[in-house]
């Protein structure tokens, strides 16, 4: 059974810099995506990037396009998502998912649907 658990949420000043991490567990990273999604109270949880790790493409938000990096490290079986330049309005929490990829990964990034296994999430908070 797939089981992604994330680590790594916090406070941050605004221009601050966090690094998410996404541990897989119970299956390793040969053919999936793995996203990151992001939800703050009241409003539906978007997606802010995703990563094939067999061919290592991404996807990102536009909103976070040039500040947030994602990687996978095959061997260690982790995903990361380095944020840096965080605004305030990157404060959410923070969700790992994973699944098989689709035909289309781009359309497979932005929905919740697409994802069998999520994590508990993590929060990230950009205050000063």
């Known amino acids: 059974q797939l089981q992604v658990v994330e680590s790594g949420g916090g406070l941050v000043e605004p221009g601050g810099s966090l690094r998410l991490s996404c541990a897989a567990i119970?299956?390793?990273?040969?053919?999936?995506?793995i996203a990151w999604f992001r939800q703050v109270p009241g409003k539906e949880r978007e997606g802010v990037s995703c990563?094939?790790?067999?061919?290592?493409?991404?996807y990102y938000l536009d909103s976070v396009k040039g500040r947030f990096t994602i990687s996978r490290d095959i061997a260690k079986n982790m995903v990361y998502l380095e944020m840096d330049s965080l605004k305030p309005e990157d404060t959410a929490v923070y969700y790992c998912?994973?699944?098989?990829?689709?035909?289309?990964?781009?359309?497979?990034?932005?929905?919740?649907?697409?994802?069998?296994?999520w994590g508990q999430g993590t929060q990230v908070t950009v205050s000063s």
């Open positions: 119970g299956f390793t990273l040969d053919y999936y995506v």
């Open positions: 998912a994973a699944d098989r990829p689709w035909p289309s990964v781009d359309s497979m990034c932005v929905l919740t649907q697409a994802f069998s296994s």
């Open positions: 990563i094939t790790t067999h061919e290592g493409n991404t």
